[in-house]
């Protein structure tokens, strides 16, 4: 079964620019949700997606953006790049869990942003 | 809100000894999981171990173990015969019925030959 896979590996991007991430689930997950990782702030959540609807969203501008298709690939989308928006963007999907919650999460290997 | 700390910013055992990485947590909530996460260099985050609230049993996975501390709101990771490759850093999370991850700080393992 092919894991969690998030293209590109790597972007660099200059600042005012936006860019598009993007996430493809393990099969038959319907969940996926992003999170932002730098070493100041560690790994914070940024928005989860279940059924092409946004289910949760973190505490980031609305610069940051999401969606998730009928196949539950996701895009994550950044606009106005700034210097701080430099970091290791993961994606992760779940099974849909007992009703009440995510059950465990699979991470793929992330996308390296920086921004110039 | 839910808050996870983890205060030890990093750690060195040598191989084939025991070491425990400690977490503390916060939350309303009464059911929720509690999981660690291992993130070596290749950066993919994988998991580790999980423990459910509601289970009072510790888990146990292979060489990897915890203890789970609900009243105490305390889940520490026991590795036992460390390996050069557990490496790597280590997050403690919780998730509960938002769908949210909440991740502490992290802890940086290294694993002396």
């Known amino acids: 079964k092919a894991g969690v896979t998030q293209t590109p590996r790597y972007l660099i991007k200059t600042r005012g620019q936006q860019v598009t991430l993007s996430c493809s689930p393990i099969?038959?997950?319907?969940?996926v949700s992003w999170y932002q990782q730098t070493p100041g702030q560690g790994l914070q959540f940024l928005f989860e997606y279940f059924s092409e609807t946004q289910r949760n969203k973190g505490n980031f501008p609305g610069r940051f953006s999401g969606r998730q298709f009928s196949n539950s690939r996701s895009e994550m989308n950044v606009s106005t790049l700034e210097l701080g928006d430099s970091a290791l963007y993961l994606c992760?999907?779940?099974?849909?869990?007992?009703?009440?919650?995510?059950?465990?999460?699979?991470f793929g290997q992330g996308t390296r942003l920086t921004v110039v | 809100a839910q808050t996870v700390t983890q205060s030890q910013p990093e750690m060195s055992v040598q191989e084939a000894e025991t070491v425990t990485l400690s977490c503390t947590y916060d939350?309303?909530?009464?059911?929720?999981?509690l999981f660690w996460y291992k993130q070596p260099p290749s950066r993919q985050m994988i998991l580790v171990i999980r423990q459910e609230a509601y289970k009072q049993q510790n888990a146990t996975e292979n060489r990897f173990s915890v203890n789970f501390q609900k009243a105490a709101k305390s889940f520490s990771l026991k590795i036992s015969d460390s390996q050069l490759g557990d490496t790597a850093m280590y997050f403690c999370a919780l998730i509960g019925a938002n769908s949210k991850l909440t991740f502490g700080k992290g802890i940086t393992l290294s694993v002396r030959p």
């Open positions: 939350t309303s909530e009464n059911n929720y999981y």
């Open positions: 992760a999907s779940s099974l849909e869990g007992s009703g009440l919650f995510v059950a465990e999460a699979f």
């Open positions: 099969s038959g997950h319907r969940s």
